[in-house]
């Protein structure tokens, strides 16, 4: 069966800090995967998703940045932080052939 | 932005069947509806997905309009565990490049 990790769970980080979150699935092959953001109160936005290794698409400006080394590994990096980068960072992935998205369980990052 | 409408908030008594509504006039031929939920603190759930008919599983049944310009989510039997926001997305994800974009949902509140 298929799982995502995602890690670490929670995060304090002063600003101006660099970031990096890392996410992998295990189970299968060429998954396509994404990296949301949710914002207190607020609903998930869509930060990057990549349908294959170093092919990452952007969905809204920031000092955030994605990168894909490996088949199923997602990295979120950011070189400094700001705080209203603070938010909850999920990770997803989707197979090629079905319908559904699978997302891990996120990480609650929060800048000070 | 997201392509549908949801109410922002419902409620219903738990053991009763919560019918959640969404509408999503400008959906295009090839786009499926995706129903998710996500409980507080936790990554988004997927619940059920559908073309033009109606679906069913374990969790819910989907029902789409003939015109496919609306649906309804029903949770046959509503406990107090299925307090959440519940999310309407039209999206055709097995489409390269395509990622399910979330809007405000719907919260809906079980109580006893």
């Known amino acids: 069966s298929q799982t995502i990790h995602q890690w670490p769970a929670t995060l304090v980080q002063p600003v101006g800090s660099p970031l990096s979150l890392e996410c992998t699935v295990e189970?299968?092959?060429?998954?396509?995967l994404y990296w949301y953001r949710q914002a207190a109160g607020r609903g998930l936005q869509l930060l990057f998703y990549?349908?294959?290794?170093?092919?990452i698409s952007s969905e809204v400006p920031q000092n955030l940045s994605a990168s894909r080394p490996q088949d199923r590994q997602f990295i979120l990096s950011s070189k400094k932080l700001l705080l209203s980068d603070s938010g909850f960072y999920l990770c997803?992935?989707?197979?090629?052939?079905?319908?559904?998205?699978?997302f891990g369980q996120g990480t609650r990052l929060t800048v000070v | 932005d997201a392509k549908t409408t949801q109410p922002p908030s419902m409620d219903c008594a738990e053991g009763r069947a919560a019918n959640l509504p969404c509408n999503h006039s400008?959906?295009?031929?090839?786009?499926?509806v995706y129903w998710y939920r996500q409980i507080h603190s936790q990554g988004p759930q997927y619940i059920i997905h559908?073309?033009?008919n109606n679906e069913t599983n374990e969790m819910a049944s989907l029902i789409i309009t003939e015109d496919r310009k609306s649906s309804t989510l029903i949770l046959p039997h509503a406990t107090l565990r299925d307090t959440a926001v519940y999310y309407c997305?039209?999206?055709?994800?097995?489409?390269?490049?395509?990622?399910?974009?979330f809007g405000k949902g719907t919260t809906l509140s079980v109580s006893s």
């Open positions: 997305i039209v999206s055709n994800i097995n489409q390269a490049g395509t990622a399910l974009i």
């Open positions: 997803a992935w989707s197979p090629g052939t079905r319908a559904e998205a699978f």
């Open positions: 400008t959906i295009s031929g090839n786009e499926y």
């Open positions: 990549s349908v294959g290794i170093g092919q």
């Open positions: 559908g073309l033009k």
């Open positions: 189970g299968t092959s060429n998954p396509n």
